[in-house]
């Protein structure tokens, strides 16, 4: 493949609900553009796309990367870092049924970059056109212009119609069609530019540059939003899909200014050819064999080799021009959303925005002695994909793995065993319950042991109450009832009976302690007697002082379309949550901030989905720790008991 220079490159991803037909786009593009010779039909079985995977084609004297993108919302940081690489998003919309929730979410990803609709499946019998133009009219108004537009007889789909040809041979509806889309392209073009609008008002006639330049402006600025139509596995409307895109799509790249930058859109931890990353070219050329600067992590690279993607194998190149995607292998500091630049001052590049977890499972080996093994496929893969997270809970002692969605999740187990033969087993998370007290106390531990030789022998007198820290120690000591020497004793004795609450075992926290009083002996003390003292006085302390079991308290911020707030205000109500406001967002939708237990929070993202359709979704983190009520902190502290005996 040849090196194609800045103005003559363009970046499209490919969007749309899964099984709208995005792959089979790309397969028919591939086919238009001879890089294949085969064309998708009906009886192809496409896998589910969990990934991006980037296709470079050749057609007129453009070269097209193109972005194919998973349809599932699980996969949306894909979508996410596919954008990031992009000039303009195809948008695949399936005519056949009505608008489906990818649809709309891919509508939502691509607010601000210039976008081509493409309804697909014109040619089937079951096809509803006219409803998919509606509900781009009824989210778009009047920037949506069908320019290629489907003919009909019979009821059966005919051909194509480019709104700028010659109408004379259509009839009725459709010719009435084609002429209402061109006046109305026609007035959108003049409000572009001055020149052109007085021209137009003034009855002139606009030339096809004048036109041409309007409707790029009008797409670059998102006024002016084209609907094609066709059908991926007859191969119709796809040639049109590379015209639109290379007459109207003129990204302004930095060719020369300041020298090479790039983004890290996307890696891939590949077990043969190590980490790969692919690279937008965001300012200058890069050249094989150049040094080039880390700016996130100062880390200087050299780029040995540059490739690109031909026919799915990598191929060596010498260099790129701005715009244009290439790929880097085992350069080991590169991570997803990493900045490379030629100056080693460079400031970095936005980061991309990817969503955090919506749901946490823990994660069990299934074979004895797994451990490191885990922790070494789950770092591959969070940097393979950065909207996966895991750590291990100290409290819990669990491996938590987060993602998008059940899905998600399961793609990462399956990959674990796969391609880096680790088997695993998901579980339910444990909540960190912690115990502290609601009173107070006024105790005395006293620990003495005599047997032969040595004894043992430490006596302490503790106040106990709530804090506000985690722990607070303080002593009022007179007279050396304690020597200063045991004091710190004391305190660790303190601490390390925190680690084990006396109600079901968990943490004990928001505890003040204050040594006051106690005794020695001269010979029998020690810092091991002291601390077995305030053990003792800590057990005490905590049964007189009223303990409570704490639970962690999340809060949330949902957000969903305006028809669901009743179902979702009311579903956190079951959960024992509480509404703490709302308000609207900037694309239509509301936002609900809420409160509620952790432990009625695991699996809300499967409920969320399911209740609003696959259209919410939200973002949680811990807030503080409550008292759980008495008649569920019951069934906790049995429980845990029953486990422990």
Known sequence: M?????????????????????????EAISYTSNLTKKIPNLTDKTNMTYRMNLVPVEYGDYKFNLL???????FTGEVISSLRASDAAVIVIDATTPIQVGTEKSLELTENIPKIMFINKIDNEKARYKDAIAMLRDKYGNKVIPMIIPIYKDKKFIRLHNIFESMDDLEN????????????????????DDEILDKYFSGEELTSLEIQKGITIGMQRGDIIPVICGSTIHNIGTKEILETVSSYLNPKYKSNAGGFEGIIFKTIADPFKGKISYLKVTRGEIVSGIDVYNVNKSIKEKIDTLYIIKNGDLEEIDKAECGDIVVLTKLNSLQTGDTLSINKEGEPLEKINLPKPQIYYAIVPKNKGDEEKISAALNKIVEEDPTISWYRNSETKQALIGGQGELHINTVKNRMREKFGVDVELDDLKVAYRETIKGSADVQGKHKKQSGGHGQYGDVKIKFERGNKDFEFGEEIFGG?????????????????????????????????TLYDGSYHDVD???????????????????????ILLEPIMKLKITIPEEYMGDVMGDISKRRGKILGMEPDNRGKQIIYAEAPQAETFKYAIDLRSMTQGRGYFEMELEKYEEVPDSIAEKIISSANAKVH
């Not at 800045?6 to 089979?24: D, P, Y």
């Not at 509806?173 to 572009?192: C, G, H, N, R, S």
């Not at 020597?483 to 928001?510: H, W």
């Open 2 to 26: 040849k090196i194609y220079d800045s103005n003559m490159l363009r970046n499209i991803a490919i969007l749309g609900h899964s099984g709208c037909g995005k792959t089979n786009l790309i």
């Open 68 to 74: 194919d993108t998973p349809g599932y919302f699980d």
């Open 525 to 547: 003390s020690s810092e091991m007697a002291f601390k077995m003292a305030a053990n003792i006085a800590f057990k005490k302390g905590m049964e007189e002082a009223e303990p």
């Open 481 to 513: 009832s304690v020597p200063k020497q045991y004091i710190p004793a004391v305190e660790k004795g303190l601490r390390d009976s925190m680690m084990k609450g006396i109600l079901a075992g968990f943490p004990v926290t928001n505890i003040k302690a």
């Open 173 to 192: 509806e459709f010719k009435t069609e084609a002429l209402t889309v061109k006046d109305a392209l026609m007035e959108l073009i003049a409000e572009t």
